[in-house]
């Protein structure tokens, strides 16, 4: 089995900054892709960004230049920085993970989901 575990979630006035992270543990051989999601109410949940084991990284349009991911392979960890939020921004963030178990099976996991407000 694998956990992820989110933390860094919180409120912050528009033009702020937000970290948040999200740990692997767990029956884990290797992690290839690793991203974050994010679903506002009333809306689907929709891809903010991703990166794979090579480094290669995809954002939504709607925040490339405001956030980072980041990913620390030793720690299997993920980040997001997020720059410049904006009240639009505003959902339950959640990461999620491809990893390869001890067992050789290739699964995909979630994490809890951690709400970012934004206020105006």
């Known amino acids: 089995q694998v956990q992820l575990v989110e933390s860094g979630g919180g409120l912050v006035q528009a033009g702020g900054s937000l970290r948040l992270s999200c740990a692997a543990s767990?029956?884990?051989?290797?992690?290839?892709?690793m991203g974050w999601y994010r679903q506002a109410p009333g809306k689907q949940r929709e891809l903010v960004a991703n990166?794979?084991?090579?480094?290669?990284?995809n954002y939504a349009d709607s925040v490339k230049g405001r956030f980072t991911i980041l990913r620390d392979n030793a720690k299997n960890t993920v980040y997001l920085q997020m720059n410049s939020l904006k009240p639009e921004d505003t959902a339950v963030y959640s990461c999620?993970?491809?990893?390869?178990?001890?067992?050789?099976?290739?699964?995909?996991?979630w994490g809890q989901g951690t709400q970012v407000t934004v206020s105006s």
């Open positions: 999620w993970m491809e990893v390869l178990t001890l067992t050789r099976s290739r699964n995909n996991y």
């Open positions: 767990g029956s884990i051989f290797r992690i290839n892709g």
């Open positions: 990166i794979i084991s090579g480094g290669s990284t």
